[in-house]
Nanobody, 121 residues
Framework: QVQLVESGGGLVQTGGSLRLSCASS????????MGWFRQAPGKEREFVAA???????TLANSVKGRFTISRDNAKNTIYLQMNSLTPEDTAVYYC???????????????WGQGTQVTVGS
């Protein structure tokens, strides 16, 4: 069973930045496609960013130009750098793996417990 542990969430003011981390226990991490999703209260889980095993990236239109996804295979970790945050970014952010490079959460088999990001106005 793969374990994913997110960290780095917190409270930040509008315009601020946070960097989320997701550490994976997967032995074949460098061969894994990974994703970030988020879920706000009363809303469905939505795609934020994905990074393939080869390093290709995809970002949701709502975060393009503000968020960056990256990976460090030596540390079995992916990151989500979030800049210019707005209250609309407030959500629980989840890391996902065990699937294919996709914007569809149903394509991923393993999920972390989530980390809360709250952006004050």
């Amino acid at each position: 069973q793969v374990q994913l542990v997110e960290s780095g969430g917190g409270l930040v003011q509008t315009g601020g930045s946070l960097r989320l981390s997701c550490a994976s226990s997967e032995r074949t991490f460098r061969a894994s496609d990974m994703g970030w999703f988020r879920q706000a209260p009363g809303k469905e889980r939505e795609f934020v960013a994905a990074i393939s095993r080869s390093g290709s990236t995809t970002l949701a239109n709502s975060v393009k130009g503000r968020f960056t996804i990256s990976r460090d295979n030596a540390k079995n970790t992916i990151y989500l750098q979030m800049n210019s945050l707005t209250p609309e970014d407030t959500a629980v952010y989840y890391c996902a793996s065990g699937g294919i490079y996709s914007t569809d959460p149903a394509r991923y088999n393993y999920w972390g417990q989530g980390t809360q990001v709250t952006v004050g106005s």
